[in-house]
């Protein structure tokens, strides 16, 4: 019984540790201001988050009332990363300085994916059951985006800042814009952590209204010129005509008035 009791605790604690290194590598590999093991453990407010999330869970799990709530709220009060004891959180997720992302119940996260601060994994109702996103495995959603509503972040992809994805993105793909559109498919399968690099298809717009724009005020602009160089010419035209006019009352003026007669 005892030897059976210290199995299950030894393969517990394995499986915790095993957890707590690959949150530990993950602000490694993906943070390039960690210097050290000792500085990730002490001083990062994402991988603290992660680990009192994974008791809370665990508590959840096992139907503990109340106190996974007040772990979840001692996390966001400690952190300022809410994340509800219910959600599922995969292995390697690293969440960046952290301030501001919320983590819904019902979400799920897949391994290796990295949030950035203000990130929300957020419904869009009060509907019950499954509410909240499925995010795949290596996924980057960059700072401040927004996603909504029980859909489903394909494998690999990334989401820019700003967006608010409110359908389904499939996986290698880019999201960028609100609502979020898909700007690129079938991308390379690794971590990029240069989100400030994807394109902005709204700002593409923009732009070209702003050289349709242009381009039609240029047309104006000729369009004036050659509207008044027509007044100059019709201008002078009418003073021609009018000198004619002055000259033929001139002549006939000349004219006696027996030769006007025949």
């Known amino acids: 019984m005892f ?66 709530r007040l772990i979840s709220h001692l996390n966001r ?11 599922k959180i995969g292995r390697g997720v690293f969440i960046d300085h952290g301030m501001g992302v919320v983590i819904g119940e019902t979400a799920e996260v897949g391994d290796g994916v990295t949030l950035y601060q203000g ?11 499954k509410r909240h996103p499925t995010v795949g495995r290596n996924v980057v959603i960059a700072a401040g985006a927004k996603v909504l509503g029980p859909i489903t972040i394909g494998d690999n992809s990334k ?14 793909c880019t999201v960028v814009g609100v609502p979020g559109k898909v700007v690129a498919r079938e991308g390379e399968p690794v971590v990029d952590l240069h989100h400030e690099q994807i394109p902005d298809p709204v700002m593409d717009r923009i732009e070209a209204l702003d050289s349709m724009i242009k381009k039609l005020e240029n047309r104006m602009i000729s369009t004036q010129l050659e509207l008044q160089l ?23 003026r000349d004219i006696p008035w027996e030769g006007r007669q025949k």
């Open 159 to 172: 989401v820019g800042a700003g967006a608010v994805v409110i359908r389904d993105v499939p996986p290698n």
């Open 119 to 129: 990130v929300t994994l957020g419904g869009t109702g009060k509907e019950k059951g």
């Open 3 to 68: 030897q059976d009791i210290l199995g299950r605790w030894k393969e517990f604690f394995n499986r915790v540790m095993k957890t707590v290194r690959a949150d530990i590598e993950a602000a490694r590999e993906r943070d390039p201001a960690a210097r050290s093991t000792l500085e990730i453990v002490l001083t990062y407010p994402g991988v603290h988050a992660l680990w009192m999330h994974r008791l809370a869970h665990m508590l959840w799990k096992k139907g503990v009332p109340v106190i996974p």
């Open 230 to 252: 027509a007044e100059d010419k019709l201008r002078e035209a009418l003073e021609e005509l009018k000198k004619l006019e002055e000259r033929t009352v001139e002549a006939m």
């Open 77 to 87: 009060f400690l952190t300022g990363i809410e994340i509800h004891p219910g959600a």
